[in-house]
C-alpha cells in the first residue's frame, strides 16, 4: 500500500474516501473488496471519534429505544456483526476483542427500576434476551458492583468490541484489498461536472476520483456544507485494572446521566462520556474528568484503585434527528457517510454495505432509507 | 558543559552529587561556586519529586506548626530564598515564577475556623503577617472562591515559585560555573577506605570523587541503606486556564484533607495533593484524580470548566521525624541531603548552604543541626 502518494500529482481512483475513522474504512475495505480501486485519505486514520470510542454493540438502551428508526438500523447492524468481525478477524489475523457476556444496566433507586422495566417489555417485543435481576444477583454477576445497586437488567445479545483494533484491522484489510491509505489532509471536494469529482489536498495536490465518499465525522459539513452534521463533544477515561476486575458492560443513569464501565480482555476500562454541545473544544476538562470518576465510583466504588491511563476528547457527528447520513448528497458522484453520533461503531458494518452497495449500483440494504441525505431538504 | 563522559572512564571530581533534583543542584550550584569541582548524576535531572511538586514556600500550614524543628528550618529557608532567587534568576536570565500575593488558607466550618484562629495566633507570635477575613473577604480577593468559605487567613510572607523553572534554572548556573552533569543511573557507592569514595554507574563506568553527596530523594535508601527514608507517595494535577483565574496559593481543609490550589502566571494552576504510603506504585489512580478535583471544586467550584493537563506522582522522601537528613552520614566522605518530605523546595537554599559549608568545611548554619543524619542511630 503505498501512504502517501507524491503530491501535486493526480493519481486516479474509481472511489475516494474522505476520513480514515470507522465508517470510512469500513466502507473503503468493502468498496475494495467489490474490485474498485479506493484511496483513503486522512492525515491520522482512526484519530477521530473513532478513538474516543468505547465501541459499545447496544442498539437498546435508556437512551435510544424511544427512537424506532435508529433502533432497527442498529439492531441490523448488530445483526451483521457476527459475520463482519469472523470476515475481519480471518482476513488480518486481528483479535478485535469482541465479546458478547453482554450489558448489565443497573438501577440505583425506585425510578430507575421502573424505567428499566419498561425496557426490558420493550426489549421482549423484539425478541432480544434480556433477564430481570435483584440486586444480588446483579453483584453475583459483577461482585464489584456497589451495594447501592438495588436491581439491573442483562440484556445477553448485547456485544462490544475494541474500537482502536478495528480500525488497526480495517486498515489491514483494506490494504490486504489493494486499497490506498492517503495521509494527507483534505481542502475541498470540486465537482464541476458529472461524473469527475476531485479531492483537492491542503498541501496542494489533487485526487480524480471517479466517486467521492465523505466520511469526515464531525468535519463533514466543512466539506459539504449542506450536510446538518455538528461535533457533539464527548471525554473519556481508560482506566488499567486487573483482567476480571468486570467482565460485562456496566451501565447506569448517575445522577441524572447515563454512565457506563466497558471491560476489555487486557483489563483495561473505558469509562464514559461526558456530552457537550461546545463547538470543537478539544481540552479534557477538569469537569468532565471529575463526573466521570464520580459516577464511575458511584456504581463501581473499587475503580478508584485502577489506574487512570488516559484521558480523551472526541466530537461525535451529531445530526437533528440522531440518525446518519448516508447516500448521495450534493454533488453528483459524491456520497456522504457521516452522522453516527454515538452509534458509530455498532453502526459500521450496515453502514460499509449500504456505501458499497450505492457506489456499485446494487441493491442497498433496506433500513439504510433512513439514512437518506435528502431528508432534511424536505 | 559536558553530558556524559564516555562510560568505563575513570575520572575524577572534588564533589559528585547523586540525584539531579531541587536539593541536589542546588547543592552542586552552590558548591560549583565555591571553586570545587563538581559533578551531578541523574539519568533525568528534575524528574523526581521536584517535576510532581506545587513550588510552595510555606513554612507554617496547618499541617507543620506544631512540628518546631521543622517550622524553624522552615523559616530560616524562606528567609533566604529572596536572595537565593534574585541570584539565581541574575545568572541565568531565567524567571523562576516566583510569586509573593501570599496564601489564602480558608475555612468553611466552625471547626476549620477554630484551627485557622489558633493558627493566625500562632504565626503572629512569629512576627509573621497574618489577616483573619470574614467569608466575603476572602471573596473579594479571590472571587472565584466557593460561597461555603466562611473565612480565612491571609499569611502574607508566603511566596511560591515554579519549581520546574527552579531546575531549570539551576541547571543552568550549575552548567555557568564549570560543573558537569552526568546523565546515568548509579548502581552504588564504594567507600573502600577514608577519602577515597567512587560512584559506581549502571553502565559500568566509575567516578571518583573527594566526597559524594547523596541528594538521591526517596531513592537515597537504596544507596546508603543507613538511611531512614522512604517513599510517601503523592498526585497532583495541573490545569490550564486563563490567566488570573487565581491570585493567590489557596488551601482549604476538604473532607479532613489539606487541599491547595497554587496558580502560575501564565494560567496554570497546580492542584495538590494525595499523600499514600504505597512504596514506589508509579501510577496515577482514578481515586487520587477524582479525590483531587473534588476536594479543588469544592473549594474554588469554577475549576470544573478548566483544562485537565497533566497528572503526575512523585514520591516525597518521608523521614521518621519529617525533618530533612543533612550532613555526613555513613562511610567517611559521604554525605546525606535527602528526606525533605513535602518541603524541598522551600529547603532548598537552606540545604544547599549546609551541604556547600560541609563539603569545604565551613560554618553550617546552626538550624541545620536539627538534619543530623546520626539523631537516628542514638
Known sequence: MSRTPP?????????????GGVEGLAAAW?????????????????GGATHASAGMLAPV???????????????????????????LEDETGDDLDYRTEGTL?????????????????????????VERLTGRECRSYEPM????????????DDAWVNPRRVVRALLTAFEKAGGTLVTERVAGI??????APCVRLESGGVIAAGQVVVAAGSWSASLLPSL???PVKGEILRLRGPRGFLTRCVRGLVHGSPAYLVPRGDGEITVGATTQEMGFDPRVTAGGVYELLRDARELVPGITELELAETTTGFRPGTPDNLPIIGPAGPPGVLAATGHGRNGVLLSPITADAVAAFLTGDEVPPVARFCDPGRFSQ
Chains 1, 2 share one sequence.
Open 105 to 129: 444496566e443497573v438501577a440505583r433507586g425506585a425510578d430507575d427500576m421502573a424505567v428499566l422495566d419498561d425496557l426490558a417489555a420493550f426489549e421482549r417485543t423484539l425478541g432480544l434476551r
Open 145 to 156: 458492583l456497589s451495594p447501592s445497586v438495588r436491581g439491573g437488567l442483562l440484556a445477553r
Open 190 to 195: 470540486d465537482a464541476p461536472g458529472p461524473g
Open 61 to 87: 438502551s435508556e437512551v435510544t429505544y424511544t427512537e424506532e428508526p435508529l433502533l432497527r438500523l442498529g439492531l441490523a447492524s448488530l445483526a451483521a456483526w457476527p459475520a463482519f468481525r469472523a470476515e
Open 228 to 230: 446538518p452534521v455538528r
Open 30 to 46: 468493502r468498496t475494495a473488496r467489490r474490485g474498485l480501486s479506493a484511496a483513503v485519505v486522512d492525515p491520522a486514520p482512526g
Open 7 to 19: 503530491s501535486g500529482v493526480r493519481s486516479g481512483y474509481d472511489v475516494v474516501i474522505v476520513g
